[in-house]
């Protein structure tokens, strides 16, 4: 199972949110260090949208993915960009 799926199916269990893009930006970011090749999923963005960040600060909804993704990021994700929304706001995406 690649990385993506595992961050998209802890997502869906956690949020199960209206809207979810988990993209793999990794080979924007070769070079960025001697070993970042951009071959690898070092590098995530998630898009979401979800009705369980009703009420809750930006700051909340990051670090509520950030906690659910800690393993990934212990395990070698290196950067993880989060844009999450509630329903009917607006988002650039």
């Known amino acids: 199972m ?3 799926t595992r961050i998209e199916e802890k997502l869906v269990e956690a949020f199960a949110p209206e809207r979810l893009s988990v993209i793999d930006e990794s080979h924007l970011h070769a070079g960025h260090q ?4 951009g071959s690898g999923e070092t590098h995530m963005r998630v898009r979401i949208v979800s009705a369980k960040f009703a009420g809750m600060s930006r700051l909340a909804r990051h670090r509520a993915i950030t906690d659910l993704l800690k393993p990934e990021l212990d395990a070698g994700l290196h950067a993880l960009a989060v844009e999450p929304a509630a329903p009917d706001e607006p988002t650039r995406w």
């Open 2 to 4: 690649t990385l993506r």
């Open 34 to 37: 001697p070993d970042m090749t």
